[in-house]
């Protein structure tokens, strides 16, 4: 199994998706799989159930992939925030870590702040909420990470080549 872990726009979809391909594996988004569980966009989860609301839905599914085997499972930015359970994540599975500088995340997010359907996480202006969560988390990827892509420079593909190429499958993956 390998979790792909990382900030928002940080290329955990896209990059998992080609790499799942490019593997022969089963790719799966776990924002996806929650909204398409709960029947409810992020942004309706949270309006209704607040943050820790989602958190619970996110940390459920988060145990599920335990189940898994095999997959590249995308989390969302904010499955690091479950330390308790990353130990069990890790047993047998790769995680990988897809990093960003914060301007380059910036600028993704700029691009698609219309269309995100997320809603803030910290009421902030979007720099301001990507610093301070990113200066919350990071310590947070460095733990769980056992192999961290910069995926700020260099070309999609080069990216997949770089994800594929750090993999080396054992029967337990």
């Known amino acids: 199994m390998i979790y792909l872990v990382g ?3 940080t290329g955990k979809s896209t990059i998992g998706k080609l790499a799942a391909r490019e593997l022969g594996v089963d790719f799966v988004d776990l924002d996806r799989l929650l909204c398409e569980e709960a029947g409810k966009t992020v942004e ?3 309006a209704e159930e607040g943050w820790p609301g ?3 839905r996110e940390k459920n599914i988060l145990m599920r992939t335990t189940y898994m085997a095999g997959n590249i499972i995308a989390t969302g930015g ?3 925030l479950h330390q308790d359970i990353w130990p069990l994540l890790k047993r047998g599975s790769i995680v990988i870590w897809l990093d960003a500088e914060e301007e380059e995340i910036y600028k993704r997010l700029s691009r698609r702040v219309s ?8 009421d902030q202006n979007l720099r301001n909420e990507i610093k ?3 200066n919350e988390r990071l310590p947070l990827y460095e733990k769980v990470a056992d192999i961290r892509i910069n995926t700020g420079s260099g070309s999609v593909i080069d990216v ?3 994800v594929v190429g750090s993999i080396s499958f054992s029967d337990d993956i």
Do not use: H, N, Q, Y
């Open 78 to 80: 904010g499955a690091v």
């Open 7 to 9: 900030f928002r726009a």
């Open 115 to 122: 269309d995100s359907g997320r809603p803030s996480l910290t």
């Open 160 to 162: 997949v080549k770089e």
């Open 132 to 134: 301070g969560v990113l």
């Open 44 to 46: 309706e989860i949270v």
């Open 54 to 56: 989602f958190r619970t």
